[in-house]
């Protein structure tokens, strides 16, 4: 892999340059990133072989990114490496292309593993089954978001507009643009695209 280049993308630096100290001399090049958006920028101009990808990036999230990669039809390995151990947010990051999905408790060993792999890598102890309680998540009993509110959040994840989201839940579309605006700002978040990516990551949404 001497001859290969590899991109982090992690906003907590001890990770990211924790597994570039770890990798040095493996790679030919090893640039890291603390935002999503700089991210984006770099890949437009230089392909690196690899990217290690965290799913919580600033400006704009894991999932985004690999929309992004996916869209460009970009030939880009990519490996998520995350807290979140969610079996729609596992499958949801399969579908948009990664390579591989391991925990941050992973040992460098998996890691090492990954990149010799030509399959999906599921790392040790990502689940394999799917909650029945979706709602129970304490971060999202935080954020005090309705139950009318949830189902937004999960129709917006099958590409739903407000006019068919509207339709569906038998109101109005001012009510439904009231709804996004009122989790916006209750999550923080600015685009619908995070929203989908917090409902993934939060267990809110499972295919």
Do not use: W
Not at 55 to 82: A, R, Y
């Amino acid at each position: 892999m001497k001859t290969k280049t590899l991109y982090i993308a992690d906003d907590h630096e001890i990770v990211s340059q924790g597994i570039k100290e770890y990798l040095n001399g493996t790679f030919a090049s090893i640039k890291t990133f603390k935002n999503g958006k700089e991210l984006c920028e770099a890949i437009k101009y230089e392909l690196p072989h690899f990217l290690i990808l965290d799913l919580n990036m600033p400006e704009v999230n894991g999932l985004e990114i690999l929309e992004f990669i996916q869209k460009k039809e970009l030939s880009i390995k990519t490996i998520i490496l995350t807290m979140y151990n969610e079996t729609s947010l596992i499958e949801k990051c399969k579908r948009l292309g990664a390579c591989a999905y391991l925990l941050k408790t992973s040992s460098n060993e998996d890691l090492m593993e990954v990149f010799e792999s030509t399959e999906f890598v599921y790392g040790k102890g990502v689940r394999n089954k799917k909650k029945n309680d979706l709602f129970k998540d304490e971060f999202v009993h935080k954020t005090e978001l309705t139950d009318r509110e949830l189902e937004v959040i999960i129709l917006l994840a099958k590409d739903q507009d407000s006019e068919s989201i509207a339709k569906k839940l038998n109101v109005s579309v001012h009510t439904i643009s009231t709804h996004r605006r009122n989790i916006k700002a209750k999550l923080g978040i600015a685009t619908t695209a995070g929203i989908v990516a917090f409902g993934y990551e939060n267990n809110i949404i499972v295919d």
